[in-house]
């Protein structure tokens, strides 16, 4: 039969509740549901179908990498999905979003740019860089003027 060997991810295995702040990276597979704050990087384990749902009571502050995300709170980070982002109408994205396939409900927002991947599969796995490296810039502040 197909299908018969595909993993459910509309199973969620993980609940971050409305009481909870999660400080730090999250790595995992199967289905997280988050109703509470998550402050570090959430990302799915490379190569196993995985699906994020943030309710709207739900904060995310990092980046998102995983393949099928469903967001109707708030995230304050880029967003990377192989496969399905949906953003319902209480979607609060400051940040960029890339995707394949995207359904945004009205209402939703996105402060930051919308990515289409196209053919290529973005990296969602942990050896992503995740950090900024600021300490190689070169910014020369004698030029400022008070004002």
């Given amino acids: 039969m197909l299908g018969k060997n595909k993993t459910n ?3 969620i295995g993980t609940l971050i509740s409305a009481e909870v702040e999660l400080q730090g990276d999250l790595y995992f597979k199967g289905g997280v549901q988050i109703e509470g704050r ?10 196993v179908a995985a699906k994020l749902c943030i309710t709207e ?3 995310v502050e990092g980046e998102i990498r995983v ?3 469903i967001i109707n709170g ?3 980070g880029d967003v ?3 496969d399905h982002v949906e953003l319902a109408a209480k979607a609060r ?3 960029n979003v890339h995707y394949n396939l995207i359904e945004m409900v009205m209402g939703a927002e996105v402060n930051g740019n919308l990515m289409h991947n196209g053919d290529q599969q973005v990296d969602l796995g942990k ?3 995740t950090k900024k490296d600021d300490s190689n810039l070169d910014v020369d502040y004698s030029a400022a003027e008070p004002g």
């Fill in 38 to 47: 998550v402050i570090g990087n959430i990302i799915a384990e490379e190569g």
């Fill in 9 to 11: 991810v509309d199973k």
């Fill in 67 to 69: 393949p099928k995300v």
């Fill in 74 to 76: 708030q995230v304050k």
């Fill in 127 to 129: 050896g992503a860089s």
């Fill in 57 to 59: 009571e739900g904060y």
């Fill in 93 to 95: 994205v400051t940040g």
């Fill in 80 to 82: 990377y999905s192989n």
